[in-house]
């Protein structure tokens, strides 16, 4: 308890230096001085709730962004308690729990990725309801899986211990952690230690003009986040697509460190506006005009089947009521659209303010915030 008390107390002053050599090299980067820039981020406190690091990563320092632009533009802790307001925390398995979440959208008649199995200690279970216990239970079960399927946490988020395993050489290879024979196969399925439970389900396949953008055979999903009026009428609000642009096998940005990108989606139309990635040192985003692998230019690129998948989105917002705006990962599937998450607190989109000027791109997501402050 002890080493551990002083291993944080020391970790302050580390993390504070590196924290004041971020914001030097912020104010070379953007070439604004130091008091300017300590105002600045005091705005940014005092409006959104922005913490240092928050501010730096999303590039709301740069002088050059006018604060007129940020109305869309809140921290992730301030977004969380005006979610909290209309998404009651009683409902949070449905969307929290992917076993539950699954489950119930099938219940539904929502299209979503088909489930095999969840993996748990003790005890797991199979999708018709059989025991997943000793090792008879788990040999039937591996029998019944497909060619390739996916593994993630139950209660995971960002990407995190999400692995494609495929049937081979009599096992399962993981896209993360290589072959297991199939007699290692339940033990390889628990993907991270932090999680209990995890959900064995269907490997969806990127529709061929995704597949096409990215020049990957991975899943990019779109986020469509949605809220639903007082008059019970449901609205996309925003949307973006989380583009694969490295080596990653999962679309999660992850605040740009493995190489992915965020592309906004104008959403009348259906079609990519604004593409952004982060800037070499962190500092900040930068715009990306074409794909980095396959050189497809982003802008007005066309998303399969919009109308299709904002439709899904809009049916699901209604049925998940009294949760009242939810972010929905839809995947573009040459089958159509299907949904693979829901989140009741959806990330903020702080990236979007450099393309404040553009038409459209940010009203919807700023009102929704007003909104929401106001109860």
């Given amino acids: 308890m002890r080493r551990a008390l002083w291993k944080k107390w020391l970790s302050i002053p580390a993390r504070g230096l590196a924290l004041a050599l971020d914001l030097g090299a912020a104010a070379r980067f953007y070439r604004i001085g130091g008091i300017a820039l300590l105002r600045r981020l005091a705005w940014l406190r005092t409006h959104g709730g922005f913490r240092v690091r928050e501010a730096l990563q ?8 006018p604060l007129s632009a940020l109305a869309a533009t809140i921290s992730k802790a301030a977004l969380v308690r005006l979610q909290t307001r209309v998404n009651p925390d009683r409902f949070d398995c449905l969307t929290e729990d992917k076993a539950l979440f699954y489950a119930y959208c099938q219940g539904l008649g929502l299209p979503v990725p088909r489930l095999f199995g969840v993996v748990a200690r003790p005890a797991g279970f199979t999708a018709e309801g059989g025991p997943l216990r000793d090792p008879g239970d788990w040999r039937a079960f591996l ?13 995971g988020a960002y990407g995190r211990g999400v692995e ?6 009599g096992g399962f290879t993981g896209s993360a952690t290589g072959h297991h024979p199939e007699g290692r196969a339940p033990e390889a399925f628990f993907t991270d230690p932090r999680y209990a439970a995890f959900v064995v389900q269907e490997r969806l396949h990127p529709h061929p003009a995704l597949a096409a953008l990215s020049g990957t055979p991975y899943l990019q999903t779109v986020r469509v986040v949605t809220d639903v009026d007082a008059r019970g009428e449901s609205r996309v609000v925003f949307a973006m697509l989380r583009v694969i642009a490295g080596g990653a096998v999962v679309d999660n940005y992850d605040e740009g460190t493995n190489g992915n ?19 070499p040192g962190g500092i900040g985003v930068e715009e990306v005009s074409l794909h980095p692998r396959t050189a497809v230019p982003f802008q007005d690129f066309p998303l399969p089947d919009w109308e299709a998948a904002c439709a899904l989105a809009r049916r699901a917002a209604l049925l998940f009521l009294p949760m009242r705006t939810l972010g929905w990962d839809i995947a573009l599937t040459p089958a159509g659209p299907r949904i693979v998450e829901a989140n009741k607190r959806w990330d903020p989109c702080n990236e979007i303010a450099g393309a404040a000027a553009r038409p459209g791109m940010t009203e919807g997501l700023a009102a929704l915030l007003a909104d929401l402050r106001k109860g």
């Fill in 58 to 65: 999303d590039g709301l320092l740069d002088p050059d962004l």
């Fill in 143 to 155: 029998a019944t899986l497909p060619g390739e399927f996916v593994v993630k946490p139950s209660r």
């Fill in 164 to 169: 494609i395993f495929r049937r081979e050489n």
């Fill in 261 to 279: 990108l965020l592309s906004y989606v104008d959403v009348a139309l259906g079609t990519l506006v604004h593409t952004v990635g982060m800037r």
